[in-house]
């Protein structure tokens, strides 16, 4: 996705602005721009990597206190630095950067060709410029109105900044549909697609809300208008993020320091939320939806990616603790099947970054049809939550790497606490049952770092994948979604096609897949489907197939048949997705390194995907 970082005060904004994109180069991207006002606005622009920008920027006078800059992940137009931001209007005062797709912008350009504006990129961006210009051309309205007032002729997910030569001390913020923030330090402001820019200069944020035009100035301070022209109060948060938190801390990759921190990061998902000793949970953000859950005829899951994995967990959790009837939907199909939803349905969407597009627009489907629409999500403050009518935070810390590891872990704990108390207060469980399910629900943390201790056993597992091409993973039970997880693991970071699969399902067709070649990991933990999990495995090697299986500690008739084991700490199989998923980040981790991947920033991939 692209980033967006500017700058406005006493310091100098270069720097800062460069040091800005670094940080959201997690987001993906394939071209980055600045511009800096001096005594006119000066551009830099080059496609590939922040470090080329660097250095042809080097070269060059970068001074000036006042900068937007932007990372480009292409969706209208390839990634070269004409189509690269920023964007210029036709005298080159106004400089633009914008997140986002322009929906209507083929209409928009057609009507501006025909007025005499020269387009040079073929961006759907460079739209929005040479509107607002032929707006105050028209109007003689302030660039914050004219802003506004050709945001109103826009439909499609934006989030811009604008800079003005004729209007040196400020900077103009806009957003719908794409992440917006503005830091407010002493007598300057950052603006940035998310806080990781701003934090080390700042922990006062305000999120800028969707439909919603910003005027940063230097004097006055910032006001906020929405664009149908009402005043709104800016709502000034203060962010408990630290920046350490946002360094490698000695890890050699974010994805390897995020696997290590979910001792820390489980732990924190349950802080303040469970008491085993009186056997109760609280979730705060929930409470106040107790009787529209508690009588919920279904819960409805909906989510993308990884965060569907862990939804298809909940539904393992809800229907088996809880007793309520759970669909769980790729939020990006549920959003256009009209699907049926009816009163006394909850949908619950899961996140890591609160901005998924489809899993936003899924939210608005289940709220224009009636639902109560609930949310877990890691990143406070960002739009899911604020779209939800309540939820719960996972607490995880921020997630840099694009694989997603402890954010998952981080939603099973919540969604498990979620069914525990559902469950609890239906009557399904009782105080004495829920007791024992939070005991050991408090003893994962130091499971999981015990199953973080298998890393170099999984290295060498890894040396025996690491050159394969194709994998499958198996798993039953609990250990499907988690089989699925795996197998999104493995191929987003190390480019092996990899497939999850309900490992019964094995003899409708995929079994005809194994041979010598095909490496399958098992995940064959001691639950309520072992003995068939033994079959399945004999299946596979009764074939060739060459089997690396996840299992219990201490157990002895997989490891008789296995290629190769991993022993993880026992736990209640409704937990096990919390340890058996361990093993698996960090097979698909070496195995990415052994392949010589990106690991952070795999190809093709963005943290977060705030686009269709
Ligand atoms: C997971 O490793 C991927 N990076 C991706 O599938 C991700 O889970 C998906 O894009 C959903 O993102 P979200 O949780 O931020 O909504």
């Known amino acids: 996705m692209c980033g967006i970082v500017a700058y406005i005060g006493s310091r100098e904004a270069y720097p800062i602005l460069i040091k800005g994109l670094e940080r959201l180069e997690y987001r993906g991207y394939d071209s980055a721009g600045v511009a800096l006002l001096q005594s006119e606005?000066?551009?830099?622009?080059?496609?590939?990597?922040?470090?080329?920008?660097?250095?042809?920027?080097?070269?060059?006078?970068t001074s000036g206190n006042i900068g937007i800059g932007h990372t480009r992940w292409a969706t209208h137009g390839e990634p070269n630095e004409v189509n690269a931001h920023p964007h210029f209007s036709s005298d080159n005062k106004i400089a633009l950067i914008h997140n986002g797709i322009i929906e209507n912008y083929a209409v928009l350009k057609e009507e501006l060709v025909k007025r005499g504006y020269e387009f040079h990129s073929e961006t759907d961006t460079e739209v929005l410029v040479h509107l607002i210009e032929e707006v105050q051309k028209n109007t003689k309205l302030s660039l914050f109105d004219a802003v506004r007032v050709a945001l109103n002729e826009v439909t499609g997910?934006?989030?811009?900044?604008?800079?003005?030569?004729?209007?040196?001390?400020?900077?103009?913020?806009?957003?719908?549909?794409?992440?917006?923030?503005?830091?407010?330090?002493?007598?300057?402001?950052?603006?940035?697609?998310?806080?990781?820019p701003i934090i080390e200069y700042t922990n006062n944020v305000v999120y800028v809300d969707d439909e919603e035009v910003v005027l940063i100035d230097l004097k006055d301070g910032l006001s906020i208008k929405t664009i149908a022209n009402q005043e709104k109060t800016p709502y000034v948060q203060e962010l408990e993020m630290k920046l350490e938190t946002l360094e490698k801390g000695g890890y050699e990759h974010f994805m390897l320091k995020e696997i290590y921190e979910q001792p820390r990061s489980i732990y924190d998902s349950m802080r303040g939320r469970i008491d085993s000793k009186r056997g109760d949970i609280y979730l705060g953000g929930m409470l106040e939806y107790k009787n529209i859950l508690t009588q919920a005829?279904?819960?409805?899951?909906?989510?993308?990616?990884t965060s569907w994995?862990?939804?298809?967990?909940?539904?393992?959790?809800f229907e088996d603790i809880a007793r309520v009837p759970v669909e769980v939907e790729y939020a990006s199909e549920f959003r256009y099947r009209n699907p049926v939803i009816n009163q006394g349905d909850v949908v619950i969407a899961i996140s890591q970054s609160g901005e998924t597009a489809d899993t936003l627009a899924a939210i608005e489907l289940a709220k224009q049809k009636g639902a109560t629409v609930l949310g877990v999500c890691n990143v406070v403050g960002s739009s899911i939550p604020r779209a939800t009518h309540a939820g719960a935070y996972t607490h995880a810390g921020p997630e840099?790497?694009?694989?997603?590891?402890?954010?998952?872990?981080?939603?099973?704990?919540?969604?498990?606490?979620?069914?525990?108390?559902?469950?609890?207060?239906?009557?399904?469980?009782?105080q004495a049952k829920l007791a024992r399910y939070l005991v050991e629900l408090e003893a994962i943390p130091s499971k999981v770092e015990e199953a973080l201790k298998t890393d170099v056993e999984v290295e060498k597992m890894a040396r025996i994948i690491a050159d394969s091409e194709n994998a499958l993973y198996l798993g039953r039970g609990y250990n499907?979604?988690?089989?699925?997880?795996?197998a999104l693991k493995l191929k987003e970071i190390s480019y092996i096609h990899a497939e999850g699969y309900p490992a019964a399902e094995m003899k409708h067709g995929p079994i005809a897949l194994i041979d010598e070649n095909m490496p399958v990991v098992v995940l064959a933990t001691?639950?309520?489907?072992?003995?068939?999990?033994?079959?399945?495995?004999?299946?596979?090697?009764a074939r060739k197939g060459k089997?690396?299986?996840?299992?219990?500690?201490?157990?002895?008739?997989?490891?008789?048949?296995?290629?190769?084991?991993?022993?993880?700490?026992?736990?209640?199989?409704?937990?096990s997705p919390l340890i058996s998923s361990i093993p698996l980040q960090l097979l698909s981790y070496h195995v990415a390194l052994m392949r010589g991947c990106n690991v952070d920033q795999p190809r093709n991939l963005a943290k977060s995907v705030t686009v269709e």
């Open 400 to 430: 840099i790497g694009v694989a997603s590891t402890k954010a998952f872990t981080a939603q099973v704990t919540v969604l498990t606490q979620m069914a525990l108390w559902l469950g609890y207060t239906k009557g399904t469980i009782n």
């Open 526 to 541: 001691k639950n309520a489907q072992y003995e068939k999990m033994i079959s399945n495995i004999q299946e596979v090697k």
């Open 547 to 575: 089997v690396f299986a996840i299992v219990t500690k201490g157990d002895v008739a997989v490891k008789e048949m296995a290629d190769r084991w991993i022993e993880i700490p026992d736990c209640p199989e409704e937990l």
């Open 41 to 61: 606005i000066k551009v830099f622009k080059k496609s590939g990597k922040v470090q080329e920008l660097k250095d042809y920027a080097s070269k060059y006078d």
């Open 309 to 317: 994995h862990a939804a298809l967990v909940a539904e393992y959790l």
């Open 157 to 196: 997910a934006y989030a811009i900044v604008v800079l003005s030569e004729d209007n040196p001390q400020q900077l103009i913020a806009a957003r719908k549909g794409s992440p917006l923030v503005i830091g407010m330090g002493k007598d300057e402001f950052f603006v940035a697609s998310d806080a990781t």
């Open 480 to 486: 499907f979604p988690v089989a699925l997880e795996g």
């Open 297 to 305: 005829n279904r819960i409805i899951f909906t989510a993308c990616g």
